[in-house]
C-alpha cells in the first residue's frame, strides 16, 4: 500500500510538472519558424517515445533476469513496464497525427518515427495479449519473458527497417551526434519535458507494480478469480 | 558427440513432421490453392493501365508467402498436441532444442515447397523475367524465410497451449515479421526491376543478420517454453 | 536404480508433493495406489526429469535414456504406421540401426501387433493402440519403467498381456513403478505398495505375499 502511496505521489507530482511544462511551452517559448505553432506537441511526443522505446528494452532487460533467477518481482515489473508503454505509445500515436494534420495536410503518414511507434506498439499489444491467454503464473511468467526478450532484440532491427523510407518527419534535432541544434530555451522546455516524462514512467510503473502485488495477494486468499 | 547428435535428433523430427504432412496433406494443399487464388484474383482484378506489374508484384509474392509459413506454423506444434507426444519428446533423451531444429526445418521444408510452386506461377502469372535473376531471388527467399519462420516456430510453441492459438500467433508474429518482410519486399522489387546485385547486397546483409540473431535466440528460449 | 528424496512440489497454492522419499532397486515393482489428485502423475513426472521439484531430489540410474513411460496418452502418431512410429522414437533413443528390427519384431510379436505392423496407428482399434504404445515405450529397451493408468482403456485381454509382460520384465531386472487409482490392477504385480494421498505417502512396505483383496482393504483403512 505505501508504494502505491509513493507511486501516486510521484505520478500527481509529474502531472503537474506536466502542466507546468505545457505552459511553458506554449506560452514561455518561442515559435519554430517553419512549423509554427503546431511544433509544441514536439516537446509532448518526442519524450513519450523515447519513454516508450526504453520501456520496451526494460521489458526485455527485466525479462532475461527473470529467466534466470524465477524472482517474480522482475515478472511483475516487465508487465508494469510493458502497460506504461503502451499508454505512452498510444500517446505518440495520437499527438503525431495532431501534430501532423496542420503541418503534412494528412492524418497518417507511413514516416519513420510514427511507424515505428506504431511496431512498437503492436509489440506490446503482442505481449499483453499473451499474458492475459495464460491463466497459470509461473507459465505467463515464463512466456512472457520469452516474448519481452525477442521484443527487444526486434527493436533495433525495427529501427532499420523504418529508417529506409523517406519520411515526412523532422530529423533528429536533439538526439544527434555533436550538441542539440535547438536554441537555448526550446532545449530547455524539451529537456524539462524528458524530466517530467521520466516521472510520469517511474509513477505509473510503481503503481502498476503495486497494483499487481496487492492483486496477487488476493487472489492467493482466494477472493478475486484470474484476470 | 553432441553436436551431431543434435542435428541427428533433428532430422528425425522434421522427416517425422514432413512425413505425416505429406500423409495428411491438407494444410500443404490449402496453402497451394491460396497461392494460385491470390496470383489469379489479383491479375484478373486489377486495371492493366493503373499501375504496373513489377511495382505491386513483390507484395503479392510475399504475402502468398506468409499466409504459407502461418498456416506451418500453426500446424506444427498442433501436432504433437492432437497426439499428445510433446511429453513423449520432452522425456527422450534429446536436446530440447532439437526439437525447436527439427520443427524449425520441417517448417520451413513446407513453406519451402509452397515457395517453389509460387515463384514459376508467378513468372507466369505476373509476365515477370525471373529466370536471369534466380540465384540472387532464390537466396533472398530463402533468407527472409527463415526470418520469420526461425521467430514463428518458436511462438508457435507458446501459442500452442493458449486459447485462441490461431488467432494469438499471427497478432504475436505481425511486429517480427514486418522487418524481415519489408527488406524482402523491397529487394524483389528492385530486383526483378532488374537493378544492379550491388544494390540489394544491403538487405541480403541485414536479413543474414536477422537470421542469425533470432535463430540464436529461439535455440536459446526454446526451453523456457516446453520445460515446467 | 531409482532414487527420490525429501521431494517437495507445488502448484500454486496446491502441494503435489510433500517430502515424498523411498528408492526401488532393479527387479522391484512399486506400486502407488491413491485417489485422483494425490500428487502420483506428478511423482512419475518428477521421476522421469519432466518437472524439475521444488527441493528434493529424484535419480534414476542411466539417466533418461534408460526410462520408458505408459500412460493413458498412446504418443503415437496418427499419420504414421505402427512401424514407423516405433522407427522415429528408436532414433530418438539412439537404438543403433542393427538392433532395430530385431527389438521391433520381437516386441510386436510379444504384443501380438505382427500383423498391424504396416497399417496407420489412426486405423487400429483402441486396444491395439495401447499395444502400440507399449511397444513403444519398450523399444529402446529401458532399465526402468514408469507406469501412469496403464490399464485404463485395455480391454480384459490386453490388461492380461500387459500384466505379463511386466513380471517377466521385472524377472529381466528391470524396476517399475505404478501409479493408479485401481487396487486391483497394479496390487499382484507389485513387490512394493505405497498409498499416496495429499501429495504424502501414507504407507509405504513390502507387499509381502498381501492379496489384492488385503491390499484393497489396507487402502481403504489409510486412506479412508
Redesign the interface.
Known amino acids: 500500500m505505501k508504494m502505491l502511496q509513493v507511486g501516486r505521489w510521484i505520478t500527481a507530482i509529474g502531472l503537474v510538472l506536466l502542466v507546468g511544462v505545457y505552459v511553458r511551452a506554449l506560452s514561455f517559448t518561442p515559435i519554430e519558424q517553419s512549423q509554427g505553432l503546431a511544433q509544441k506537441i514536439f516537446y509532448l511526443h518526442v519524450p513519450a517515445a523515447i519513454w516508450a522505446e526504453t520501456a520496451m528494452i526494460l521489458v526485455g532487460l527485466a525479462s532475461v533476469f527473470y529467466l534466470f533467477t524465477k524472482d517474480p518481482r522482475l515478472d511483475r515489473f516487465a508487465a508494469s513496464s510493458a502497460e506504461v508503454g503502451t499508454v505512452f505509445c498510444a500517446i505518440v500515436l495520437t499527438t503525431g497525427p495532431i501534430w501532423g494534420k496542420p503541418i503534412w495536410g494528412t492524418w497518417w503518414t507511413w514516416d519513420a518515427r510514427l511507424t515505428f511507434t506504431l511496431f512498437l506498439f503492436l509489440l506490446y499489444v503482442g505481449y499483453l495479449l499473451l499474458r492475459s491467454a495464460i491463466p497459470d503464473p509461473a507459465m505467463r511468467a515464463r512466456y512472457a519473458a520469452v516474448l519481452g526478450i525477442c521484443g527487444m532484440c526486434e527493436v533495433p532491427f525495427i529501427h532499420l527497417s523504418v529508417y529506409m523510407f523517406p519520411t515526412l518527419h523532422p530529423m533528429p534535432i536533439v538526439l544527434q551526434p555533436g550538441r542539440p541544434k535547438l536554441p537555448g530555451d526550446m532545449l530547455t522546455t524539451w529537456l524539462l519535458s524528458l524530466g517530467v516524462f521520466t516521472l510520469l514512467y517511474v509513477g505509473f510503473v510503481v503503481q502498476r507494480y503495486a497494483l499487481s502485488y496487492l492483486r496477487e495477494q488476493l487472489e492467493a486468499a482466494g477472493e478475486v478469480g484470474h484476470a | 558427440m553432441r553436436s551431431p ?1 543434435l542435428l ?2 533433428a532430422w ?2 522434421a522427416a ?1 513432421d514432413l ?2 504432412e505429406f ?2 496433406r491438407t494444410a500443404i494443399l490449402s496453402a497451394a490453392v491460396f497461392v494460385v487464388l491470390v496470383f489469379v484474383v489479383f491479375n484478373f482484378g486489377r486495371d492493366p493501365t493503373a499501375v504496373s506489374n513489377v511495382d505491386l508484384a513483390p507484395s503479392i509474392l510475399w504475402v502468398t508467402f506468409t499466409f504459407a509459413a502461418i498456416l506451418a506454423l500453426n500446424r506444427a506444434f498442433q ?1 504433437e498436441l ?4 510433446l ?8 536436446e530440447r532444442s532439437s526439437i525447436y531444429l527439427g520443427k524449425l526445418i520441417a517448417n520451413l521444408g513446407f513453406v519451402g515447397t509452397i515457395e517453389l510452386i509460387g515463384v514459376p506461377l508467378f513468372a507466369l502469372f505476373f509476365n515477370v523475367p525471373v529466370l536471369p535473376y534466380l540465384l540472387p531471388l532464390a537466396l533472398l527467399i530463402a533468407l527472409a524465410t527463415v526470418g520469420f519462420v526461425a ?1 514463428g516456430t ?2 508457435s510453441a ?2 500452442v ?4 492459438a490461431e488467432l ?1 500467433l499471427p ?2 508474429l ?3 515479421m ?2 524481415p518482410l ?2 524482402a519486399v ?1 529487394a524483389t522489387g528492385r530486383l526483378l526491376a532488374g537493378r544492379p546485385l550491388s544494390e540489394i547486397v544491403g538487405w541480403l546483409n ?1 536479413l543474414a543478420v ?1 537470421d542469425v ?2 535463430v540464436t ?1 529461439a535455440i536459446l ?1 526454446f526451453p ?2 516446453v ?2 | 536404480m531409482l532414487l527420490a528424496e525429501g521431494l517437495r512440489h507445488s502448484f500454486g497454492a496446491v502441494r503435489a508433493l510433500d517430502d515424498v522419499s523411498f528408492s526401488v532397486q532393479p527387479g522391484q515393482t512399486l506400486a502407488v495406489f491413491g485417489p485422483n489428485g494425490a500428487g502420483k502423475t506428478t511423482l512419475l513426472k518428477v521421476l522421469a526429469g519432466l518437472v524439475q521439484p521444488q527441493h528434493g531430489r529424484a535419480q534414476v540410474e542411466g539417466g533418461r535414456r534408460a526410462i520408458g513411460w505408459i500412460g493413458h496418452q498412446p504418443q503415437l502418431y496418427g499419420q504414421l504406421t505402427v512401424r514407423e512410429n516405433l522407427r522415429f522414437w528408436a532414433s530418438l533413443y539412439d537404438v543403433p540401426e542393427s538392433e532395430f528390427p530385431r527389438r521391433k519384431d520381437s516386441l510386436l510379436v510379444r504384443l501380438g501387433l505382427q500383423d498391424h505392423e504396416h497399417r496407420r496407428v489412426s486405423e487400429l482399434s483402441r486396444g491395439l493402440v495401447q499395444r502400440a504404445a507399449i511397444a513403444r515405450a519398450l523399444i529402446h529397451d529401458p532399465r526402468v519403467l514408469l507406469l501412469d493408468e496403464p490399464f485404463t482403456g485395455l480391454d480384459r485381454m490386453a490388461a492380461e498381456e500387459l500384466r505379463e509382460l511386466l513380471s517377466e520384465d521385472a524377472a529381466e531386472g528391470r524396476a517399475s513403478v505404478l501409479v493408479t487409482h485401481n487396487v486391483d490392477e497394479g496390487a499382484e504385480l507389485a513387490t512394493h505398495i505405497a498409498f499416496m494421498r495429499a501429495g504424502r505417502f501414507a504407507h509405504f512396505a513390502p507387499r509381502a505375499g498381501r492379496g489384492p483383496e488385503q491390499v484393497g482393504e489396507d487402502y481403504r483403512n489409510a486412506i479412508a
Open positions: 547428435s541427428r535428433h528425425a523430427v517425422k512425413l505425416v500423409r495428411s501436432l492432437e497426439n499428445q507426444a511429453d513423449g519428446l520432452l522425456l527422450a533423451p534429446i521467430v518458436l511462438f507458446m501459442t497451449r493458449t486459447r485462441f494469438l497478432v504475436l505481425l511486429p517480427f514486418i522487418p519489408s527488406w523491397l541485414m536477422y540473431v533470432f535466440l528460449l523456457a517454453t520445460n515446467e
